[in-house]
């Protein structure tokens, strides 16, 4: 191998697919060298610290950004938030009528997220005089696309009960 040739990386997404389909999309977003920056997990509960309160804010302000969007269900972790996101079922917009709205992506929606995350983070360490992290994120995320109901109830019930089974994870490490 040529040592100038950069390393190719594992493409994630499915080929071809528009990731801007009206359905069900699970994401897993995790933190950069698997750091435990969100919280701390006791008793099968999840505890957010400062950094975690911020990403749940701003998941859930998701929705205001992004019209067509439900995210009902996800769950941050000390190192890693795993959500459904529903792009384009709204009972309140009538797709007929309105045909100027566009899906966003998931991607769009994953980077927003992120990067308001990272913002309002360091916002916070300005105010606060700390020293923030360099790096928040992992480059990329997992996605996986739900294909009926029994998938998103196996998933939904995965998210629900992952502080539960922390123990058992592999990235629960110090």
């Not at 359905?23 to 897993?28: D, L």
Request: glycine fraction near 4%; include cysteine.
């Amino acid at each position: 191998m040529n040592t100038n040739e950069l390393p190719k990386r594992n493409i994630l997404r499915l080929e071809g697919f528009d990731y801007s389909t009206s359905g069900a999309y699970y994401v897993t977003m995790c933190t950069h060298q698997k750091q435990h920056l969100f919280g701390r997990i006791a008793d099968g509960k999840m505890y957010l610290n400062a950094l975690g309160k911020i990403a749940n804010q701003e998941w859930l302000k998701l929705k205001d950004r992004f019209t067509k969007i439900n995210i009902d269900v996800y769950q941050i972790m000390p190192n890693h938030i795993h959500a459904i996101v529903a792009i384009g079922i709204d009972d309140d917009i009538d797709l007929e009528s309105d045909k100027t709205i566009t899906n966003p992506k998931v991607t769009e929606i994953v980077c927003a997220f992120k990067s308001l995350v990272t913002r309002h983070y360091k916002q916070y360490c300005r105010e606060n005089n700390i020293v923030p992290i360099p790096k928040l994120w992992q480059r990329s995320y997992y996605d996986h696309i739900i294909r009926n109901e029994d998938d998103l109830r196996a998933v939904a019930d995965y998210i629900r009960f992952n502080p539960i089974n922390w123990e058992l994870d592999k990235y629960n490490r110090p």
